[in-house]
């Protein structure tokens, strides 16, 4: 049995978990054991748990689930033996995010689910590399090899690096960290790996600290992203993945090598070499006089056993004597890794905690409360995250176009109710505003998304969207223990955005497009695609495209009906085409994009494109929905509409589904949707067309 908790639905975490430590001290469920040989504090927590959610009905009513869910939760949890509880950002990217943690941690000390096979909590993290970060001592409040800033290990780490001036207590958490750049406390700061101006909640405010920094680094490998725009003094060319060389550790504590398979372009150098030439030339050259990748990691395992003895759970010494040629032919290996013990799989089954005493910890969390409140001009709550063909503000994932072929917009869910309440439409547009900021978005209703929330992806940023910034409306109210930000209830209102025009663009090169648009680029084949929506005389266009792309073009005018289309060719091929019009009478984006790839069209096809119809009379397969196979949305629901009723008769029919499977899930919402209103009611995001 697994138990997900949902990034869409922040609203229930809170009490659900309390709600159920009590269901299962009321109900016979504890292991009394194992409480008792290896854990400490359960009574207080029992008795804070009891305070927040006594009863299913007391759960039912603070969760706002029915209590029939709630009590065949609880029995099912009780029942089982082997529960796995899975949390991500949904649970942590709160202001109580700790609590909520600990809430289902104490579930599962409560009854000695807990390293056990297929009994657990486990962490989705929302990093990749999460665990390899944290082993290097890769946050604010940590040394490395899990030391903390307690006085002896900070001790330990001082001697073994022969460091006196080592930090002596916990830096600044991210969102903490740009308060202080704002008000001039930090005036230097290097960026590495991160997109911050993006991806930080209140992004304008982190835009105006980066303005403050008198000496402001970024790492990167990309000439251009919100950060890197932001102005940095210096913008050193680093590795990206495929050509870097290391170590990864995921989430069940597997060291893995990282070999690179692409060289190293330019004066593009690793991490680790630009770290230890500015050492060096800041006076600290015998301290990082590293060569290799190797020789570092040899001690990174030393310090993980530096006067360890067991006493810490994070020890590699065994691998501290590898040489260059072990280490780049190493093996997966799950640590710990002892000096002269075996690899233990499993921690915590029977105990032996790293606490002081050897315990875990019941941890009695604060009564659960959101910190931003809602009002009349702030109803709602806006909940971001991500979808599943993006990573974060889509520096890597954004310049596939097999990835944005599915969902090629920033959008906002919202539910039916509430979208008949504020006036939203689907596939119109609707303004979001927060205390922090706003942004323009194209809507998708659905009954997906709880009452009283809307969701937006956090994906996009300034280079790839003009009001799509999502960052920019998140409260910046952070959980005390973690730093962790409360992404996922914001304040906000929505309002309905009209546009007179829609349309798109596909050029050869990237475009500066006519000022006050609402604009997308996206990620094609061949070149750049453009989706905008417009209200600005439609006669402007034709001085523009003449101004990118000369005056060989092919056009077709119906200013009285609100359509411009345009295209101009480069031997063969298209090299730019323009399509403006009224709601969807623009054209067919799926069908004018695949002639754009083309090496080859026809005269016939050319006759056809200002039409923004297929030559041939085929329709259009509508938006991406496999990205593996290329199967769009029109062809499955075919499909559908002749038959198919479930994920595995599709991909029978289409292959959708079944490689890595994350569409399944749409595939089965399209077939709900089938079931209950016409085929076309279930386009979800749909690009222009």
């Not at 609590?99 to 909590?121: E, F, Y």
């Not at 315990?359 to 806006?382: D, M, N, W, Y």
């Not at 009001?467 to 409260?475: C, D, K, M």
């Not at 069209?601 to 329709?619: F, Y």
């Amino acid at each position: 049995m697994s138990i997900c908790s949902s990034a869409s639905s922040p609203a229930p975490i809170p009490r659900c978990s309390p709600g159920l430590f009590v269901h299962l001290a009321d109900s016979g469920a504890l292991d009394q054991d194992y409480i008792a040989q290896n854990t400490s504090g359960f009574d207080d927590a029992l008795a804070r748990a009891r305070s927040i959610a006594g009863s299913v009905t007391a759960t039912a009513l603070a969760t706002g689930l029915s209590e029939q869910d709630v009590a065949t939760f609880f029995k099912m949890f009780r029942d089982t033996d082997r529960v796995v509880t899975l949390y991500s950002q949904g649970v942590n990217q709160s202001a109580q995010g700790t609590d909520k943690v600990n809430a289902i941690l104490n579930c599962h000390l409560a009854t000695g689910r807990i390293g056990k096979p297929g009994a657990s909590p486990f962490s989705l993290t929302g990093q990749p590399n999460a665990m390899g970060g944290r082993e290097v001592g890769g946050l604010a409040n940590m040394l490395a090899a899990h030391m903390g800033f307690t006085p002896p290990d900070i001790d330990r780490v001082r001697r073994f690096w022969k460091a006196p001036r080592i930090a002596t207590h916990e830096g600044l958490k991210a969102v903490q960290l740009f308060e202080a750049i704002h008000r001039g406390e930090v005036k230097a700061l290097w960026v590495m790996g991160t997109n911050p101006a993006v991806s930080l909640p209140d992004a304008d405010f982190v835009r105006e600290a980066l303005k403050k920094l008198e000496l402001f680094v970024v790492s990167e490998n990309v000439l251009s992203n919100d950060t890197v725009d932001a102005g940095p003094h210096v913008l050193l060319p680093a590795l990206a993945w495929g050509e870097k060389s290391g170590t990864v550790t995921n989430s069940e504590r597997r060291i893995s090598r990282q070999r690179s398979f692409l060289p190293a372009p330019g004066e593009a150098r690793p991490d680790w070499w630009i770290l230890s030439e500015t050492a060096k030339r800041l006076g600290f050259g015998d301290s990082f006089n590293y060569k290799s990748a190797a020789e570092i990691f040899r001690e990174h395992a030393a310090l993980s056993a530096f006067e360890n003895e067991g006493s810490r759970d994070f020890d590699i010494g065994a691998l501290t004597s590898l040489s260059d040629d072990a280490f780049d032919a190493l093996k997966p290996v799950q640590w710990p890794v002892r000096e002269g013990e075996a690899s233990s799989e499993r921690f915590f089954a029977k105990g032996g905690f790293f606490t002081n005493d050897g315990k875990g910890r019941f941890i009695a969390p604060e009564v659960p409360s959101l910190r931003g409140e809602t009002g009349a001009s702030r109803p709602l709550r806006l909940n971001t995250g991500r979808i599943r063909d993006q990573w974060h503000t889509m520096t890597r994932t954004g310049l596939s176009q097999r990835l944005g072929a599915h969902l090629p917009e920033p959008f906002v869910e919202i539910h039916p109710d509430d979208a008949g309440k504020y006036g939203i439409v689907h596939d119109g547009f609707a303004r979001v505003t927060t205390d922090y900021g706003q942004c323009i978005l194209k809507v998708v209703v659905s009954d997906g998304t709880q009452r009283g929330t809307l969701f937006a992806p956090i994906h996009w940023s300034a280079m790839n969207a003009s009001h799509g910034r999502v960052g920019a409306l998140v409260q910046s109210f952070t959980d005390p223990f973690s730093g962790q930000p409360e992404s996922k209830a914001t304040p906000a209102a929505i309002a309905p955005y009209e546009f007179v025009f829609r349309g798109f663009a596909l050029s050869r090169k990237q475009l500066d497009l006519p000022p006050n648009l609402l604009w997308t680029r996206v990620t094609v084949t061949g070149g750049f695609g453009y989706l905008f929506a417009d209200n600005a005389d439609l006669s402007r266009w034709p001085a523009w495209l003449e101004s990118v792309a000369g005056e060989d073009v092919a056009d077709y005018r119906d200013f009285g009906g609100g359509v411009y289309r345009a295209a101009s060719f480069a031997g063969d091929r298209i090299e730019t085409c323009l399509f403006v019009g009224p709601a969807h009478d623009a054209g067919d984006w799926e069908v004018v994009k695949s002639l754009f790839v083309a090496d080859l069209v026809t005269d016939d096809q050319r006759r056809m494109l200002l039409s923004g119809k297929s030559g041939e009379g085929a329709a259009s397969t509508g938006p991406v929905v496999c990205a593996c196979f290329g199967v769009g949305r029109g062809t499955i629901c075919e499909t559908i509409a002749a038959g198919a009723r479930s994920a595995a008769e599709i991909g029978a029919k289409l292959k959708a589904g079944t490689n890595c499977g994350s569409c399944i899930p749409e595939l089965k919402r399209l077939i709900a949707a089938t079931d209950t209103a016409p085929v076309k009611q279930a386009k979800v995001a749909g690009a222009v067309g």
